[in-house]
């Protein structure tokens, strides 16, 4: 089992940024996967980043590439989004999420098992 506590949301100006942490406790001496997804209002949950256990296999759709930064410390058991030049579409909750894998970097939100409360995210125009 893994434990995910979101923090960092809030509301900002369109073309500002926010850093969101996600950190994980439990069992995380395993190797894990970890994702952010977020849902708007009356819109299916997607993923804007995953990163794997080494920090190496990264994954952004065209939605936030070149805007949003996901990394990782496993020393602190944590992982970031960093969000530059948001726009007010970006509005929505985010949640990380993780998953037991050691090399993988998972996409679909049907292969993470492990889910954070999410936090807030509101850009204004």
């Known amino acids: 089992q893994v434990q995910l506590v979101e923090s960092g949301g809030g509301l900002v100006q369109a073309g500002g940024s926010l850093r969101l942490s996600c950190a994980a406790s439990?069992?995380?001496?395993?190797?894990?996967?970890m994702g952010w997804f977020r849902q708007a209002p009356g819109k299916v949950r997607e993923l804007v980043a995953a990163i794997n256990w080494s920090g190496q296999r990264l994954y952004y759709p065209d939605s936030v590439k070149g805007r949003f930064t996901i990394s990782r410390d496993n020393g602190k058991n944590t992982a970031y989004l960093q969000m530059n030049s948001l726009k007010p579409e970006d509005t929505a909750v985010y949640y990380c999420?993780?998953?037991?894998?050691?090399?993988?970097?998972?996409?679909?939100?049907?292969?993470?098992?492990?889910w954070g409360q999410g936090t807030q995210v509101t850009v204004s125009s």
């Open positions: 999420a993780a998953e037991f894998t050691d090399w993988r970097t998972p996409t679909q939100e049907s292969e993470y098992d492990y």
């Open positions: 439990g069992r995380t001496s395993r190797r894990y996967a």
